[in-house]
């Protein structure tokens, strides 16, 4: 069975710091690209940052500046760093992976449950 298991949502004073996790659980043939989307109530969900196997990034530009991602590929676990975060960065921040199936050698996207996290002002 594989999947991604996300954590470090909360709440947060605004100007405060958040730490998200998101490692992936299973065997696979490789990872490639992983990332952070999040989705505000009643807005579509966005990609916040995404980083690939070789450690290239790209960010939305309403957090450039403010996160970081990054990642530990032999613990297939990707990060993102939340500094001076803003009420409007309240949101269920979604982990999502690109990843090759071990036996069938197959395309396979995972998503996270979802973790809150929601900065008062």
């Known amino acids: 069975q594989v999947g991604l298991v996300e954590s470090g949502g909360g709440l947060v004073q605004a100007g405060g710091s958040l730490r998200l996790s998101c490692a992936a659980s299973g065997t696979f043939f490789s990872i490639n690209n992983m990332g952070w989307y999040r989705q505000a109530p009643g807005k579509q969900r966005e990609l916040v940052a995404a980083?690939?196997?070789?450690?290239?990034?790209n960010y939305a530009d309403s957090v450039k500046g403010r996160f970081t991602i990054s990642r530990d590929n032999a613990k297939n676990t990707v990060y993102l760093q939340m500094n001076s975060l803003k009420p409007e960065d309240t949101a269920v921040y979604y982990c999502?992976?690109?990843?090759?199936?071990?036996?069938?050698?197959?395309?396979?996207?995972?998503w996270g449950q979802g973790t809150l996290v929601t900065v008062s002002s």
């Open positions: 999502n992976a690109r990843a090759i199936a071990i036996a069938t050698r197959r395309d396979l996207e995972l």
């Open positions: 980083i690939s196997s070789g450690g290239s990034t």
